[in-house]
């Protein structure tokens, strides 16, 4: 395909996005595959993208969204790989089985926002603001949450191998099940926490904490 198709395309998918005519989720999800391989669209759509908006299954690869309003909006689905999401407001966003990887959500909020089954592998969420968020069934393998705020979140099954969580605070969430392995809590918040059956082999865990009473399985 030409360059200037796909830059045709990309343009039409971004003007469906931010208001144009609904499209099936069979029909997205198949322009989406298209246009996986085709590289990122680069397009500033900042004030674009609306809060209480649903964007479900769109393409917003590498789209920059910094400091925007999305709260409650949905993003079911959406493809949001490299996207700039730095300082966003995603308050109750439903961003569901989105994909999120390699996504910058620094000091984004995400409070009680839906993430289930997200891909969110190396994403940078350092200071995000995760409290009451659920992230069951999420991947955040490698991703940076330094000094996130994750307090009551859900992360049963979450996938957390190698994530950065020095700093961040866990107080009350709900890790049973989750995989932390070789993951980074050094001076993490466990408090009240949850780590039922979690996988912790490999993990740097926070000084003072009691592995063996949590009911974490491979403590060290």
Known sequence: MKRSRV?????????SACGGSEN???????KNAALSDQGCMRRDLSGVVNSNSDYSFKYFA???MHDSNLRESNFEGAFLTDANLYGANLTSA??????????????????????????LAAASLTGANLAAADLRGADLTNADLR??????ADLRGAVLAA??????DLAGANLTSAFLYRANLTAANLAAASLTGARVAGAILPSGFDCGASGAIGCP
């Open 147 to 152: 000094g996130a705020d994750l307090t009551n």
């Open 24 to 30: 099936s989720a069979d029909t997205t999800r198949t």
């Open 62 to 64: 590498c789209a920059v």
């Open 163 to 168: 994530a950065d969580l020095r700093g961040a």
């Open 94 to 119: 439903n961003l569901a089985a989105a994909d999120l990887r390699g996504a910058d959500l620094t000091n984004a909020d995400l409070t009680s926002a839906v993430l289930t089954n997200a891909n």
């Open 7 to 15: 830059s045709t395309l990309v343009l039409v998918l971004v003007l």
